[in-house]
Nanobody, 121 residues
């Protein structure tokens, strides 16, 4: 089985920073793209940022210049550094990864349990 475990959420004032981490564990042969999504109350889940194995990243327009996604392939871990946080960044943040468990299986998408980020004004 595969598990994605997130950490680093919390309560922060507007303008502050948080760093989220997500570590994948279990039976893992290869990890392709990893990313972060968020789900705010009353809104649909939205993409925040993704990063490929080769470290090519993509960001939502709303977080460009404030958030940075990175990954450590040796540790099967993806990070999200969030700076200049705004109240509208308040949401549950979910980690996502496309993982191949063996050399004979297809890549499949996995999700973490989510971590709450609350930004007070």
């Amino acid at each position: 089985q595969v598990q994605l475990v997130e950490s680093g959420g919390g309560l922060v004032q507007a303008g502050g920073s948080l760093r989220l981490s997500c570590a994948a564990s279990g039976t893992i042969f290869s990890i392709n793209a990893m990313g972060w999504y968020r789900h705010a109350p009353g809104k649909q889940r939205e993409l925040v940022a993704t990063i490929t194995y080769g470290h090519t990243s993509l960001y939502a327009d709303s977080v460009k210049g404030r958030f940075t996604i990175s990954r450590d392939n040796a540790k099967n871990t993806v990070y999200l550094q969030m700076n200049s946080l705004k109240p509208e960044d308040t949401a549950v943040y979910y980690c996502n990864a496309y993982i191949k468990q063996t050399d004979r299986t297809q890549f499949a998408g996995y999700w973490g349990q989510g971590t709450q980020v609350t930004v007070s004004s």
